[in-house]
Each structure stands twice: as C-alpha cells, then as structure tokens.
C-alpha cells in the first residue's frame, strides 16, 4: 500500500482518526452535563437542576448545601438574564467567577470561589 493510499484511508475515517474519539467524549459530557443535549434551559429548570444535582466536589471531600446553590444561582444568574439560560451564558458566569478568584486578596474566599467554579465546571459537563 502507498503513502497516497494510506491518506485517503486516513481521511476516509480508517485508522489514525480522531476524529470519532472527540465526538464520541462530547456525547458523554452532554450527557453528564446539567443541558443535556439542549442548548439552553428556562430558569426554573435551570434552578430544579441545581436542586437535583449531586451536592460533591469533584476532587474534594466537601459539598455545596442546596441553600447555597440556590443562593449561587441567584447571584450568578440575576434577572439580567432574562428567562433563559444558555450553555454560553454558563460559561461565562465561570469566566467571572475565575477573574474574582485571581482578584481576590484573601486565600479563603479564593478556595470559596475555586469551590464554586469547580461545581459549576461539574455541571457542565467539562
């Protein structure tokens, strides 16, 4: 077999494609993701979600209450938002959140913050 050959296997989805493996992985975080498959949710399933969502950390022992989940919600999420919540909303509610923890001064309310960050990355599916 050529190296012409080998390419067009290649590129025909043969082996050596990855092409598969990505799609196949981000099938699996819209499935562990709080969106699912949908690209945005209404508040109030936004807010049942977080409700329903497993209170761990990933990487930690500890866990985020429901009132403080809630309460994230509410501050992360004002009225600005309107009455729907998209994936790239979400994403840029972490940003901020990452830029008030390298703002802060303290070292406990930057655990608090990356505490936070973490769950919401967990949520997501990232």
């Not at 082996?15 to 699912?36: A, V, Y």
């Amino acid at each position: 077999m050529g190296i012409f050959n080998r390419k067009r296997n290649i590129s025909e989805g043969g082996r050596g494609s990855s092409l598969d493996k990505k799609q196949h992985l981000s099938k699996d975080n819209e499935k562990s993701s709080i969106f699912g498959e949908r690209r945005h949710l209404t508040r109030s399933q936004f807010r049942q979600g977080l409700r329903k969502a497993s209170p761990s950390i990933p990487g930690t022992s500890k866990i985020v209450s429901r009132s403080e989940r809630i309460k994230m919600e509410k501050d992360l999420f004002g009225k600005s938002y309107g009455s729907f919540i998209d994936k790239r909303e979400f994403g840029k509610a972490i940003g901020r959140l990452e830029k008030q923890k390298y703002q802060s001064k303290k070292s406990s309310e930057k655990r608090n913050l990356d505490r936070k960050i973490e769950y919401l990355k967990k949520l997501r599916g990232i």
